[in-house]
């Protein structure tokens, strides 16, 4: 063998072989789960944005951090997450503007139009009624902030309701309609009359998700990840199909290295044919 030859074939070695072997568990380190500060853990489908990498989750799922707290937006406006249910595949959100805003009035009407979400049982709309010439109706929530002395704006509990005291919701400018969980106590009703109509909007609503389950990848000991659009099962040895305990190992694109004679056969596979 030249000599001289020799440090150089060892540059190029680690140099091809760097970014490979790093890949495999780099990826499974890159999606353990992150935090905001305060709030729920968060891991696939959703990701934290600067602090995991594109592939831990889905994009539908994007997640910033802000003022400690993981927000996500749905339908153009920012909600809080306030706790998620990995197993039940759902999150509890709420309207950021609540905590941001002194005065947080809802403008549109909430839709789960191209997104992956759905509502659970559990929810009912709040109406919004904006500059109405009418005096709000009984067992209404007033919001003092954006009426002038003509005109008055208030929120209240369905539509049927209106109709039922007599108001006519004509007399109004514009109505939003915004999904509220309602706890299931029947008896809770005129605690619920008691609150502010912001405290309502801090209740939030419950939203279930459809992505892949990541339950068996996890308990097989990876972490979940989006890859090439396909799911793929992040592992200490690299990407797996489904489950860490499956033979499905991706080896072509990564290499577990562990010894010699495999650091070999993955140069000769991957880069010297
Ligand atoms: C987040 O994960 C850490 C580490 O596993 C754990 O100690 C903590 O209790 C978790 N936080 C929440 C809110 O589940
Ligand atoms: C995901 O799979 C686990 C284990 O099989 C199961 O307990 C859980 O209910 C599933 N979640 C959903 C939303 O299907
Ligand atoms: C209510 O009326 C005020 C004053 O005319 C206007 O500035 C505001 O945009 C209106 N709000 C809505 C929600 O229509
Ligand atoms: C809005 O109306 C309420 C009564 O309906 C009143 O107490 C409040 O002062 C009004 N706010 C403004 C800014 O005019
Ligand atoms: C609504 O109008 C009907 C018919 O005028 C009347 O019988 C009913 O008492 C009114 N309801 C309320 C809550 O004012
Ligand atoms: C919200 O939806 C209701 C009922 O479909 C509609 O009357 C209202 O104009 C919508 N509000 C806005 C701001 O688009
Ligand atoms: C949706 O979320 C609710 C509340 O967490 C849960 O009970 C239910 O099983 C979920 N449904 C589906 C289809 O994932
Ligand atoms: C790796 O790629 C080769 C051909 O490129 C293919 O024959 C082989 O099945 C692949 N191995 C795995 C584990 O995917
Ligand atoms: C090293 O890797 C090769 C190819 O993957 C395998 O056949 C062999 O059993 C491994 N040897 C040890 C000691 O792990």
Known sequence: MDFKRTPFLFIIFFIILTPQTL???EKFEACAPKSCGKGPNISYPFRVAHSHSPFCG???FDITCRHEYPVIKISGEDYIIREISYQAHSFLVANAAVYDV???TPLHNFTLHRTPFTYTPDHIGFFFFYNCTSLPPKFSYPIHCSNTTKLHSFAAFHDGFMEHMNFSVDSCQSSVEVP???PNQDDDFSGLLRKSYSDVLKMGFTLNWSAQNCSNCETSGGRCGFESNEFV???PDGPHLQTCKQGN???NKSCSCS????VFLFLLVNNLS
């Open 249 to 251: 190992f991706l080896g």
């Open 180 to 182: 509220i969980d309602i």
């Open 58 to 60: 889905l994009p539908t």
């Open 233 to 235: 099962c992040f592992c």
């Open 259 to 262: 010894n010699l004679s495999s």
């Open 102 to 104: 002194k005065c947080p």
């Open 23 to 25: 890949s495999s568990d």
